[in-house]
């Protein structure tokens, strides 16, 4: 399953609502996370083309927050310590916490490192000020859409893998990939793997093919219906 995320909207500010950062002599310190979550479901069919809704109900919407209480509030000045707090508090959340949250699944305009590092700054900045000492009730609110991506060429991939389609006669350890035609077990290519009709290429090769062809591309044999989508037919619940 492939995991998209983008951010609409993102604010941060202290918990009182304003939107300048100093220090609060009182304490507790902590980061809020309030969140709106879009998830919405998509299928990348055999053959490629554009993505394709799976019909019926195609998404969810949940609003849920999360808050993580910081003992000292220069926890914030060390990026690595915020930014694990940031992540647990994403992984909480209601609508996000069985998503990969990794930063390559999100849009280059935002990530939770960018909120992570946000934090930072507002507090490094401040230290350099002489404002050092205080307390930070910070609350991040924000929008995301999270698209899940059923692939179907990569799911076929796994399901030929997965049946022992791979195993190779050995009689035919020597052919050639039916797509590159170099040999099936040239070190230079990935390992050969097996089509329910029997034809082998490499895994590599065929991967690649599965995004422009519906079936072998050397019997025609029709790969389609050896995979569904796991909300095909009911709404799937993240």
Known sequence: METRIRCHHYKHFL???????????????????????????????????????PGGKTSRTRTSESKHLVDDPSDFLDYDKTRLMVYRLFTSLRGLRKLDLAPSNWSV????????DNIRKIVRDNENKGMCGGHYRFTQSL???VTLVFSE?????????????????P?????????????????????P?????????????????FFKGTACPLCRHDLRGLVAAPYVGEHHVV
């Open 153 to 169: 060429p990569k799911a076929v991939l796994g399901y030929c893998v997965e049946n022992a389609m791979q195993t190779l006669d």
């Open 15 to 53: 918990n009182d609502g304003r939107d300048h950062f100093e220090p609060l002599e009182e304490g507790p310190s902590y980061l809020r996370l309030v969140c709106r979550a879009t998830v919405r479901y998509a299928l990348r069919r055999l053959g490629g083309g554009s993505l394709a809704e």
């Open 193 to 209: 793997v097996n089509l329910p009709c029997g034809h082998a290429f490499h895994s590599q090769c065929i991967a690649k093919w």
């Open 171 to 191: 009689a035919t350890c020597g052919d050639p990939c039916g797509i590159c035609l170099d040999g099936l077990m040239s070190s230079s290519r990935t390992p």
């Open 143 to 145: 929008d995301v859409e």
């Open 109 to 116: 305009s935002f990530t939770p490192d960018v909120m992570a």
